[in-house]
C-alpha cells in the first residue's frame, strides 16, 4: 500500500512540474488584470485565495481562476500569465510554484526509502550473519530477558534480547517483535562473534524464532496425534 502511494505521489509531482514547463517552453507571455481575489476557508481550516483574471488576446477578452496566489496581489493589480496560444482558455501564472510538484515527488521519495528501509536491512543482517558465521566465533547463549518497549515500527513491536554467553559476557540486540514472535527465557540462543572484534557480534534470532516455529508445530502435530 505504501509502494503504491508512492508511485502515485511520484505520478503527481511529475505531472505538475511538466504541466508548468510545458507553458514555459509553448506559452505566450502576457500581462492580466486581476478582477477580484475571494477569500474563504479550506477543508482543513486554512485561508484559501480564488485569484480571477482577463487578459485580451488579438482583441477577445479571456479570464478565469489563476493556479496561484501571493501576498502582493490586489484586485485590480496586474500579473503575467502565460496562454496557450492555440487555445488561450488554458493560461497558467509566470509565478511558476514548483513547491507541489516537488514536494510530491519528495514525499515519494520518502515513502520509497521507508518502504525498502526493511528489505536493506535484513540483507545487511543477513550479510553479517553469513560473515560471522564462517570467520567468527560461535557463542551458545541463555536468553535472561526480553525488554518490550511502548513503541512499534513497521507495525511490529520493538524490543531488546538481552543473554548471557557460555562465556559469561552479555550480550543484547533489538528486535522486531511480529504477531506470534515469542523469546522464551532460559532458551539457548546462538551469537556469533567477529573475529576481529569481540565487541561485535550478532544474535542468531532469526534462527532462533524458526527453531521456535518448528517447534510448535512438532507439539501441535504430537498432540493431534494423540
Known amino acids: 500500500m505504501l509502494m503504491v502511494m508512492a508511485v502515485i505521489m511520484l505520478a503527481v509531482g511529475v505531472y505538475v512540474l511538466m504541466g508548468a514547463s510545458e507553458y514555459a517552453r509553448k506559452g505566450v507571455k502576457t500581462e492580466a488584470e486581476i478582477t477580484s481575489i475571494v477569500i474563504g476557508n479550506s477543508s482543513n481550516g486554512e485561508t484559501s485565495y480564488k485569484v480571477n483574471v ?3 488576446v488579438d482583441g477577445t477578452k479571456y479570464g478565469g481562476e489563476l493556479d496561484t496566489y501571493d501576498t502582493s496581489m490586489r484586485t485590480g493589480g496586474k500579473t503575467t500569465v ?9 493560461f497558467h501564472s509566470a509565478r511558476f510554484n514548483y513547491l507541489p510538484g516537488i514536494a510530491c515527488i519528495v514525499a515519494a521519495a520518502i515513502m520509497a526509502i521507508v518502504f525498502f528501509v526493511p528489505y536493506i536491512l535484513v540483507r545487511v543482517r543477513e550479510a553479517k550473519l553469513d560473515r560471522y558465521t564462517e570467520e567468527g566465533t560461535h557463542i551458545v547463549a541463555r536468553i535472561m530477558q526480553v525488554n518490550r518497549r511502548n513503541t512499534r515500527l513497521y507495525n511490529k513491536t520493538i524490543a531488546v534480547v538481552e ?11 533489538k528486535v522486531l517483535l511480529d504477531i506470534g514472535d515469542e523469546y522464551v527465557v532460559g532458551d539457548d540462543i546462538d551469537v556469533y562473534v567477529s573475529a576481529n572484534n569481540s565487541k561485535k557480534y550478532i544474535i542468531d534470532t532469526e534462527g532462533y524464532l524458526e527453531k521456535q516455529s518448528a517447534r510448535y508445530t512438532d507439539d501441535s502435530q504430537n498432540q493431534t496425534s494423540y
Open 163 to 173: 543473554c548471557m554467553g557460555s562465556d559469561r559476557n552479555e550480550y543484547s540486540q
Open 82 to 90: 502565460y496562454y496557450m496560444p492555440n487555445d488561450p482558455n488554458k
Open 54 to 56: 482577463e487578459f485580451w
